[in-house]
């Protein structure tokens, strides 16, 4: 499975826009970039999801690039509420061994500032 | 719609002593899952399941046990408890491939400590 590297913290202000970086190198083809955050100790919460393409929800935006080895984040507009740990996971959903096989490494702390 | 639902919330135990942590799901989800998180880690898997009657080793699955005799029930059974199980237990379920949205949803966890 395919690694994945983030910075252990980050500092946003209140308002501003959030970019978490990750960087998954030796990602496969068949391999998606997943998202989550896990607030103050709390279950881990989905963000978003993507392949290849840039993705956008309600919670957030990711920023694949075009070779896959690394993404981004985006968190619009930050809130105190997104003070969280988030993480990069990168997963085959089409099945096999692998299939939901979560693993989670050390994440970024991100800290949302007044 | 709960969602995941894992019972207890928190527990002490003796060392020695078993016990079951409960984890219900009610998205009709196939794949269930059990992580154990320790202070400042990130999750580490300890059992799975692809659907009722099907089970299988994580990573760290050492001391524990699991069954999955419904779709909605993944108990997760501590044999002997032992202080390095001290730790927050997770369960997660999903649909499998083909079946939507391939996100996890994740219990709110159980705060186990054993001395």
């Known amino acids: 499975d395919a690694k994945t590297t983030q910075p252990p913290s980050m500092d946003c202000a209140e308002g501003r826009a959030a970019n978490l970086p990750c960087n998954h190198s030796t990602i496969s083809g068949n391999e998606y970039v997943y998202w989550y955050r896990q607030i103050h100790s709390q279950g881990p919460q989905y963000i978003i999801h993507g392949l290849k393409n840039n993705e956008t929800n309600e919670m957030a935006s990711l920023i694949i690039t075009e070779d896959r080895k690394s993404s981004t984040l985006i968190l619009p507009h930050a809130t105190l509420r997104d003070t969280a740990v988030y993480y990069c996971?990168?997963?085959?959903?089409?099945?096999?061994?692998?299939?939901?096989?979560?693993?989670f490494g050390q994440g970024t702390i991100l800290t949302v500032h007044p | 719609n709960a969602g995941v639902t894992q019972t207890p919330k928190f527990q002490v135990l003796k060392t020695g002593q078993s016990m079951t942590l409960q984890c219900a799901q009610d998205m009709n989800h196939e794949y269930m899952s059990w992580y154990r998180q320790d202070p400042g880690m990130g999750l580490r898997l300890i059992h799975y399941?692809?659907?009722?009657?099907?089970?299988d080793q994580g990573e760290v699955p050492n001391g524990y046990n699991v069954s999955r005799s419904t779709t909605e029930d993944f108990p997760l059974r501590l044999l002997s408890a032992a202080p390095s199980q001290t730790s927050v237990y997770f369960c997660?379920?999903?649909?499998?491939?083909?079946?939507?949205?391939?996100?996890?949803?994740f219990g709110q966890g159980t705060r186990l400590t054993v001395v």
């Open positions: 997660a379920s999903s649909p499998l491939p083909g079946q939507g949205h391939t996100e996890a949803f």
């Open positions: 399941s692809v659907g009722a009657g099907i089970t």
């Open positions: 996971i990168v997963l085959p959903t089409t099945g096999g061994t692998s299939y939901g096989k979560l693993t």
